[in-house]
């Protein structure tokens, strides 16, 4: 396993977990533009420490070539900030689900995006060390 890869095992595909996270996930972190929601899943849910989905409105964005490259910032952000994330998820033990939700109105360049996700990414941390 690579750490600054992102395999399809780490993307949550799951009706089941997808609609549990959206339902009973109530941990939240908003920083503009972002609004990420996670919760605690059973430790032999899956392979990896997280599974994260990534969203854009189309209201907001109603090509879909403009959603899908806000997507694939979005992954890549993620992408190469997970190890820190699974640093403190092995840790402590846990394995979470995570909803990442691009809330902007436009589209932000990805060295604005970068600096804001990471402070969502701190935010979470201090969160799982905070319930542990």
């Not at 189309?58 to 900030?81: G, S, V």
Request: proline residues 5%; aromatic residues 12%.
């Amino acid at each position: 396993m690579k750490p600054y890869s992102f395999y399809k095992a780490e993307r949550l595909c799951s009706k089941l977990l997808i609609n549990n996270l959206f339902t009973k996930g109530n941990r939240v972190v908003t920083q503009f533009p972002f609004r990420v929601i996670w919760q605690y899943v059973p430790a032999n849910t899956f392979e990896f420490p997280a599974q994260v989905m990534v969203s854009v409105s189309k209201r907001t964005f109603a090509l879909a070539t403009d959603r899908n490259k806000i997507k694939r910032q979005l992954r890549e952000l993620y992408r190469l900030q997970k190890t820190v994330l699974y640093q403190t998820l092995t840790k402590h033990d846990k394995k979470i689900t995570l909803a990442i939700v691009f809330q902007g109105k436009s589209h932000v360049p990805y060295q604005q995006l970068s600096p804001l996700f990471d402070g969502v990414i701190k935010k979470i941390i201090s969160q799982i060390e905070k319930t542990t």
